[in-house]
C-alpha cells in the first residue's frame, strides 16, 4: 500500500510539472491521451482466453466526481504495476479538470457486470 501512495503521489508531482502554466490545454491533453493510450496497449497486451483471469477497475475522473469509465486486466498480468498506472492517470485527469476548469455532464458512468472473452479481447458487459 505505501508503494503505491508513493507512485499516486510521484505521479501527481510529475503531472503538475509537466503541466506548468506554459502549457496549452492541447498539449496538457495530449498527454493525457498518450498515458490512456499506454494503459489501453497495457490492458490488451495478454490474450483473453478465460473470463475468469480478468477483472476491471475504475479509471479516469470526471470533473464532478466518479470514474469516466471502466477498463478489463488480466489478473495474469502485473497487477500493481497496471494499477498503479491507472491511479497515475487518474490524478492526473483530475489534475487537468481543475487547472483548466474542466465540467462534465455528472452522469454516473455504468458499472460493468462482467467481461467475457471475444475473439482473444476482453469485453466489458454492461
Known sequence: MKK????VVVSVFSF??????NTSQAEDW??????YESIVLMANSETCTDSDNWTFTAIGAKACGGPTGYVAYSLNSDVEV????VAAYTVAQNAYNLKWGIYSDCMVEPMPISIA???GV???IY
Open 16 to 21: 503538475m510539472s509537466c503541466t506548468d502554466t
Open 4 to 7: 503505491f501512495i508513493l507512485v
Open 122 to 124: 476482453a469485453q466489458l
Open 82 to 85: 497496471f494499477l498503479n498506472e
Open 117 to 119: 472473452c471475444i475473439d
Open 30 to 35: 495530449q498527454a493525457l491521451v498518450e498515458q
